[in-house]
């Protein structure tokens, strides 16, 4: 008798959850739904440092081995799946008593920084320390369709006669996303 | 009684677990493999195309559709190449208004506190939404989406984006980022 009591008991239990699963009660509760679309985001750039060293007043610095120019120096590589637009943001240059500000022209302990646009054939693309700015859009998801790039670095046209001298740094962001 | 108690814990732990695997969220490789399968792939690519430095993230893209009151756990999964060990840094940006699909507005950043990124340090979730990731390796990273019950954002398809920024790259650092994009609508979804 107690043997059927147990079944039976099991049997009941098995009803009510397999209720449970045909008839969720998340259903019908307030709830978040989220979709993946499963691809992969990645690339890379060859070239990670730029040394300036000492420079000057009003000084052009290329982003290349020897500071000159060379469009090429760097390359960035879609290693993903999906297709990728790639921006890019720079930082304030700090360091010492005074901090170099970006500008569209170069002033008073302020530089400008641009990258170099093929379409332009020229550097055109500023690398400002307030927003992303596209540097390639829709780079192909091969893996060996790379985008070749650098930078000219404008110095500043007067640094304040208090400065230090110390040594100054910045970082550049290349942020990827998926083309759309 | 004793036995009884076994079965009826079993049948819960089988339905909590088909349960939960069935109405909840998954993470799957791209064409419903598993991420691992995904990594493996991912990874003879870097070989292939003779690159080996580098890391990756899996989700590209996100659809959310939310309730006021609701909340779930997003997942971003980081692979790291075999060259070295990463850290990363997560964090929730807004998206470029320019890139926008048709329809969609950038999500105001008021909402972001919707969404709270936490780091995995190999055990446990921490608060901090830093997440190092040995060389060979991926890692799922959380984000929680929690929604007001009172929220007056609705019925308005938004974008976001989740940014993987890594930490120990120098001058140059690189960033990666999952679009989201997010509708709050009033019928339960």
């Not at chain 1, 070749?148 to 007067?158: D, Q, R, V």
């Not at chain 2, 909590?16 to 069935?22: R, S, T, W």
């Amino acid at each position: 008798m107690r043997k059927i009591r147990r079944l039976g008991l099991s049997l009941v239990l098995a009803v009510v959850l397999l209720m449970t699963l045909a008839f969720p009660v998340g259903a019908t509760n307030p709830t978040v739904s989220i979709t993946v679309t499963a691809q992969v985001v990645s690339i890379t750039n060859s070239q990670a440092n730029w040394a300036m060293g000492n420079i000057d007043v009003s000084a052009t610095v290329y982003f290349s081995a020897n500071n000159l120019e060379d469009i090429d120096y760097s390359l960035i590589t879609n290693t993903g799946s999906v297709n990728a637009d790639v921006e890019i943001q720079g930082t304030i240059i700090e360091g010492g008593s005074y901090d170099w500000t970006w500008d569209t022209t170069p002033g008073t302990e302020k530089f400008s920084l641009y990258a170099y646009n093929v379409t332009a054939a020229d550097y055109t693309i500023p690398v400002k320390t307030s927003s992303f700015v596209d540097i390639v859009v829709n780079l192909p998801a091969t893996g060996s369709d790379t985008y070749a790039w650098s930078m000219k670095f404008l110095g500043p046209t007067a640094f304040n006669v208090a400065d230090d001298g110390l040594p100054k740094s910045s970082t550049i962001t290349l942020v990827a996303s998926k083309h759309t | 009684m004793k036995k009884t108690l076994i079965l009826i814990a079993i049948m819960l732990a089988v339905t909590a677990g088909v349960y939960f695997g069935i109405g909840h969220f998954r993470t799957e490789g791209p064409e419903g493999l598993t991420v691992a399968q995904a990594y493996h792939i991912w990874a003879s690519k870097q070989v292939a195309a003779g690159n080996l430095g580098g890391f990756g993230i899996l989700e590209s893209e996100q659809d959310l559709i939310a309730n006021p009151g609701g909340a779930k756990i997003g997942t971003i999964t980081i692979f790291n190449t075999r060259d070295k060990d990463r850290t990363f840094w997560i964090s929730i940006e807004q998206a470029n208004p320019d890139k926008l699909p048709t329809g969609y507005e950038c999500l105001p950043t008021k909402y972001f506190n919707w969404f709270t990124p936490s780091g995995w340090d190999g055990s446990r979730v921490t608060a901090e939404p830093k997440v190092v990731v040995k060389a060979g390796e991926y890692r799922h990273v959380s984000i929680l989406v929690a929604i007001p019950t009172n929220t007056d954002y609705l019925n308005q398809p938004a974008e976001l984006r989740v940014r993987v920024t890594e930490l120990s790259g120098g001058f140059q650092i690189t960033a990666l980022e999952s679009r989201w994009y997010i509708v709050v609508v009033e019928t339960p979804v």
